[in-house]
């Protein structure tokens, strides 16, 4: 359980991101930001640290995992990372691309840094989906990237987040409402949903 003034790492891609370094808080405008003001709201004030930027793949994460992580030595670590390790198969194979099992590789890494080194508890958020649509490529690819997820997050005890799981539930639904901008960025709707979820898997 979270304890009084805890301090709380949020380190991603850009859904993590999502323009905290123009905002004067450096919250951003995402789920970071709605997680923070519910917390807020219940006279919570624990300290949330948005480290997402746009872009990164799990090896991305490895290269500033000490300055951004370790170094500041959180009480709790949530990660959301995988929609850039998959999505550059799709838009980008010209670079050299992260496949599941070096993902999980270089995760691992990054799980057991936290835990050696801090005494945070650790978050892992399933990457949510490319392409608001159940049968997409990318989703498809998606797959053995959240397998792996639950597979560390067993091995280190860590919390899953099922963002994922409830993103396609709700697609599912046939809704109109969007849940992103262009298939992976988040409208306000998919921020609550993930924000929602979130909150919902650690507060039980």
Same mark, same amino acid.
């Given at each position: ?9 949020? #380190?991603?891609?850009? @859904?993590? =991101?999502?323009? %905290?370094?123009? /905002?004067?808080?450096? $919250?951003?405008?995402? &789920? ?46 949530? #990660?959301?990372?995988? @929609?850039? =390790?998959?999505? %550059?198969?799709? /838009?980008?194979?010209? $670079?050299?691309?992260? &496949? ?105």
């Amino acid at each position: 359980m979270l304890q009084p003034k805890d301090k709380i790492i949020f #380190i991603g891609d850009s @859904i993590t =991101d999502c323009g %905290r370094r123009e /905002d004067k808080e450096g $919250i951003g405008d995402g &789920y970071v930001r709605l997680i923070r003001d519910y917390y807020y709201t219940q006279g919570k004030e624990y300290t949330i640290i948005n480290k997402g930027i746009g872009g990164n793949r799990v090896d991305d994460l490895a290269s500033r995992w000490e300055s951004d992580v370790i170094s500041l030595q959180p009480d709790w670590v949530s #990660i959301s990372i995988g @929609i850039n =390790d998959v999505w %550059r198969q799709l /838009d980008r194979l010209d $670079i050299e691309q992260i &496949y599941p099992d070096r993902f999980e590789q270089i995760y691992s890494d990054l799980l057991e840094q936290v835990q050696t080194k801090t005494k945070a508890n650790l978050i892992l958020m399933e990457p949510t989906i490319i392409e608001e649509d159940i049968h997409s490529e990318g989703n498809q690819l998606l797959v053995p990237y959240v397998k792996a997820i639950h597979h560390l997050a067993k091995k280190c005890g860590a919390i899953v987040v099922p963002t994922h799981k409830v993103f396609l539930t709700f697609l599912k639904r046939k809704s109109d409402v969007a849940l992103t901008t262009d298939g992976v960025h988040m409208t306000s709707v998919g921020n609550m949903l993930m924000a929602q979820t979130w909150l919902d898997t650690i507060e039980r």
